[in-house]
């Protein structure tokens, strides 16, 4: 039904596809040959995609710090007054201990409210109000809004909340780029994104006010899938075949970079959380002059058959990269989206569901991106508490996914999507369940570097999965796919905290259930996703479909060759 040919023009060799001999749909990869896959004007788009990607970061990892649970006891009426700091020495016999140490939400009862050891009887009192120790930190949200004891629920809420608010914007923003464009997509995540951040900062932040919090973090969640999301996709559909999967895992290294940068900003000496938030979140207002730099993804508009924008776009890569376009461009262009599936529709969501051998990529692919999305969370937690200081352990989390990424690149060209992205998973299970083994055992030492090991299978499987899941589904519906996938990212996510918190039933238990759904997810892929590696970005589904039937048919030119 369709077949590539290629034929002799007065503008050279022409590439294009034809649907019963009337329309064509021109292959983007062929002209990318005469523009350049990779030269200055992708190079340039790439840095600029390099700051999106940073700054969306910053509002998932600034968490660590605004929602900082400082040490706390009960403030004492009888004794505390509101010069009263959290070391002093009437707690010896007003607050009680446990085998904590110091309570944190218990106090002894006062029967004449005087301060002195006489006055303070056996009965044991829930705390009604804290002092909090503010030498690492003089204010976070957990001080603010007294998210501790009783209601030490609201802090993860708000968490699972932000993670919500990824999981609805994963699909949303996924579905809007591909109808109405990467661009305009992406500028309006960057205004979620600034707003949800800078909220708080409106307010004089009281516990009554819990749920501006709460909405701050959502519209946060919202924004920063979507711009990482598209980001993604834009650095993808820039470039050509052979440099996709370069810059897919590259883009990922400045959002573990500003991960590490809100650690270094805040550890510099901006301590207020309010302010944290309001310094990382207020520069992407300044990302929307992009407006006026970033071009739409000439693959998109391709798809949409907007021909004129099209070529203004390929005009203006062909001369910053100083290339002559040789194909013709002018051909009639059959909107991808109108492009016949095997259920002889238009290519849409349900596409991701049918035939079978989509529904089984589908299916895959959602599983191991909850199972890396929980592990990478949940690691991320873990890893946290493995030594007292808080900046050394941030540290030690946020460069353990730099190398992933870096070895990734390295790898993916030379031994394949499929066994990277599997290997990554298999690495992060067993190094999980080498954690749990060892865990309240003499050779318990070993769960930092086990941990961070885990923490490195999880990050190369989260690098890795953007840029394979783009490349398994065709262009009409690789937004949509990448989004709803994200989406059940978003779900591992919410999982994480109630993961981690298994450790209450066994300290091994978290490491136990991380590390067998991530050996189970790379098990899935090595026997039921296609390898990619060296093929176009499949432009129609039927394209998609043989991916893993005939690698080498996107690459040959022969003057008439069934797809």
């Given at each position: 039904f369709y077949k590539r040919n290629v034929s002799q023009t007065k503008f050279g060799k022409v590439c294009h596809f034809k649907l019963e001999d009337t329309m064509t749909v021109l292959d983007y990869d062929k002209v990318l040959e005469d523009v350049g896959e990779c030269g200055l004007w992708q190079k340039r788009l790439f840095l600029l995609l390099c700051f999106p990607s940073a700054l969306s970061s910053m509002a998932v990892f600034m968490y660590e710090f605004i929602a900082y649970t400082p040490p706390h006891r009960c403030h004492v009426p009888a004794c505390d007054t509101s010069l009263d700091?959290?070391?002093?020495n009437h707690t010896v016999f007003s607050i009680p201990t446990d085998h904590n140490g110091q309570s944190l939400c218990k106090m002894y009862q006062n029967h004449n409210q005087l301060?002195?050891?006489e006055s303070f009887d056996s009965e044991v009192l829930d705390c009604e109000s804290w002092v909090y120790d503010d030498a690492l930190f003089p204010d976070t949200a957990v001080v603010a809004l007294d998210?501790?004891?009783q209601d030490e629920w609201k802090k993860s809420t708000a968490q699972s909340v932000y993670m919500a608010g990824m999981l609805i914007g994963s699909f949303t923003f996924g579905w809007i780029a591909d109808q109405v464009g990467r661009k305009p997509t992406l500028m309006v995540s960057l205004v979620f994104l600034s707003f949800g951040g800078s909220l708080p900062s409106f307010?004089?932040?009281?516990?009554?006010?819990?749920y501006i919090f709460v909405i701050s973090r959502f519209i946060s969640g919202v924004g920063h899938v979507g711009t990482f999301m598209v980001t993604v996709s834009l650095a993808l559909e820039y470039v050509g075949a052979d440099y996709r999967a370069t810059f897919g895992i590259l883009i990922e290294i400045p959002f573990a970079l500003g991960g590490t940068i809100v650690g270094f900003i805040s550890w510099a000496g901006m301590r207020d959380w309010r302010e944290l938030m309001l310094l990382v979140s207020v520069p992407?207002?300044?990302l929307l002059v992009y407006w006026f730099y970033l071009p739409e993804s000439p693959r998109w508009l391709l798809a949409m058959g907007r021909v004129k924008e099209f070529n203004g776009v390929l005009s203006k890569a062909a001369e910053v990269n100083a290339r002559q376009i040789h194909v013709d461009t002018s051909q009639p262009l059959y909107p991808e989206s109108e492009v016949p599936t095997d259920s002889g529709g238009k290519a849409t969501f349900v596409d991701l569901f049918k035939?079978?051998?989509?529904?089984?990529?589908?299916?895959c692919l959602f599983v191991n991106w909850c199972v890396t999305i929980l592990c990478y969370f949940g690691l991320t937690s873990i890893a946290s508490v493995l030594t007292t200081d808080l900046y050394l352990n941030y540290t030690m989390v946020g460069l353990a996914e730099i190398p992933a990424c870096i070895l990734c690149v390295l790898l993916m060209d030379r031994w394949g999507r499929r066994l990277v992205f599997g290997g990554c998973q298999v690495l992060a299970g067993s190094a999980c369940l080498a954690a749990a083994l060892v865990t309240g055992s003499e050779a318990d030492f070993l769960q930092v570097p086990l941990a961070l090991v885990g923490k490195f299978g999880s990050s190369g499987s989260m690098a890795i999965m953007f840029v394979y899941t783009a490349e398994l589904f065709p262009t009409s519906v690789r937004n949509t796919a990448i989004g709803v996938s994200s989406m059940w990212g978003r779900v591992g996510g919410m999982l994480a905290p109630q993961v981690y918190l298994l450790s209450r039933v066994s300290p091994a238990l978290p490491m136990?259930?991380?590390?067998?759904?991530?050996l189970a997810g790379g098990l899935m892929i090595f026997l039921i996703l296609p390898e990619t590696q060296g093929t176009n970005l499949p432009e129609t589904m039927q394209e998609a479909i043989q991916l893993g039937q005939a690698r080498q048919a996107s690459k040959t030119e022969n003057t008439e060759e069934p797809l």
């Open positions: 700091t959290y070391a002093t301060c002195n050891i998210m501790v004891c307010f004089t932040m009281t516990p009554e006010l819990y992407n207002l300044f035939p079978r051998i989509i529904l089984g990529r589908s299916v136990i259930v991380m590390g067998v759904v991530s």
